[in-house]
């Protein structure tokens, strides 16, 4: 039997001497991986009482893969049942990854996996408080499969695009039908044992919890005004600098749908993109992953996916590629509108139009972005809303004059 691990790195890739490296290290030498295991066979018995009782599992520290917040390894079992331990870093993450979050994530895919039939792992067990691990950790199901390597354009061969296309648009299709009155986290209150009630909650942005917010302008306003506080703070007195976050800022409006300004409000990944997608040897979406950082949002930032969007220093080969791959993916969003659209499993939104507008591209160069990008962004936001001749130096004559 092939494992899940067995093109994992561990280290390969990542520089030995940073923060990160060593804390990885201190984790896989402290954690206590014996009373993890022992807690995987208490879970496995109680989820299925016909286990052996004999049965035993290690921790398969050797290989691993890791993110900026977590250590994922194997936990084998005798009978070759494969699960995943993912474990929480601690210091640097801490705020990311607080009890919360962590429930959040659960909650996140539970609400899926009741609601659709998107492909999210199973959570078996998890502990958000201090224990005898060392670690806060969760227990789920490893997805047999491989994740894609880079873009989607890029990654999935010719033969099997439209395919691709088609079972990805099913998924978005049916998360755009999970929706919630209020922009938010979504957490169980009953967890670990959902019965279907989902309440919101709090959820960050720049460091801070924010509550649960009733418009798509409130949301959009505070993200950019975040950014546009880093911007002020790395580059004072910068007119330059200044304008791009005035214009960004002004464009906040434009981005929003007026007639869903008070929702519905879909769930939506955050962080999607090729290395949270994992396929089979078909090219058949078998599973999406992390959800760390889901949660109901305006439509307009659920129908923007980074995916979709080319860099403009690529090669017009590759951006040819991405804009081909999303014109299949919109025909196929815009198929399966047609045959919901007389049902009770309809979307309340027009889908295939919000992914083929501009605004899509606006959303991401607004919100989408890091403030060390500002003016890079408003460049290229500019001839979304002003027109092909839209310069930021005009910009930034009028910013200067009307300030005086």
């Not at 049942?81 to 909650?107: G, H, T, Y």
């Not at 895919?109 to 067990?125: A, C, E, Q, W, Y």
């Not at 007195?237 to 005035?246: G, I, M, P, R, V």
């Not at 002004?250 to 090729?274: A, M, N, Q």
Request: charged content about 25%; hydrophobic content about 40%.
């Amino acid at each position: 039997m092939i494992s899940i691990n067995q093109d994992w790195t561990s280290f390969e890739g990542i520089d030995q001497d940073t923060d990160h490296a060593r804390l990885l290290r201190t984790v896989l030498k402290s954690a206590n991986w014996n009373h993890l295991c022992s807690k995987a066979i208490e879970i496995r018995r109680k989820l299925d009482p016909q286990t052996h009782e004999t049965i035993t599992c290690s921790a398969e520290t050797s290989k691993f893969t890791s993110g900026q917040c977590n250590l994922v390894i194997v936990v084998r079992f005798s009978d070759s049942i494969e699960w995943l331990a993912r474990i929480m870093l601690p210091l640097e993450c801490e705020e990311d990854v607080s009890s919360l979050s962590l429930l959040s994530e659960i909650s996140t895919m539970d609400l899926i996996r009741t609601k659709s039939s998107v492909p999210v792992p199973r959570v078996f067990g998890y502990d958000t408080t201090t224990n005898e691990i060392g670690y806060r950790y969760i227990l789920m199901e490893a997805i047999p499969g491989k994740t894609l390597d880079m873009r989607i354009a890029l990654s999935v061969p010719n033969e099997h695009k439209r395919s691709f296309a088609a079972q990805l648009a099913g998924y978005i299709y049916e998360l755009s039908t999970i929706t919630f009155n209020k922009i938010g986290r979504v957490i169980s209150p009953d967890l670990p044992q959902a019965d279907g009630q989902f309440d919101l909650h709090a959820f960050p942005i720049d460091g801070s919890d924010i509550a649960p917010l009733n418009t798509s302008l409130e949301y959009f306003y505070l993200l950019r005004k975040a950014q546009t506080k880093s911007i002020l703070k790395a580059h004072p007195n910068d007119s330059e600098w200044e304008t791009a976050a005035w214009l960004l800022e002004k464009s906040l409006t434009s981005l929003v749908v007026e007639e869903h300004l008070y929702g519905p409000f879909p769930i939506c990944h955050l962080d999607f993109h090729y290395n949270n997608i994992i396929v089979d040897d078909s090219f058949r979406i078998i599973g999406i992953i992390d959800w760390s950082h889901s949660q109901a949002v305006p439509i307009e930032r659920f129908a923007m996916i980074p995916e979709f969007i080319p860099p403009p220093a690529a090669p017009e080969s590759t951006k040819r590629a991405i804009t081909g791959f999303r014109d299949l993916f919109i025909a196929e969003l815009e198929n399966i509108e047609i045959q919901k659209s007389k049902t009770s499993s309809a979307s309340k939104f027009d889908l295939s139009r919000l992914f083929s507008s501009p605004r899509a591209e606006a959303v991401c160069r607004c919100t989408y972005s890091y403030p060390w990008r500002a003016i890079f962004d408003a460049k290229l936001t500019l001839p979304l809303f002003y027109g092909k001749n839209a310069k930021l130096e005009d910009f930034r004559a009028f910013f200067t004059d009307r300030r005086v």
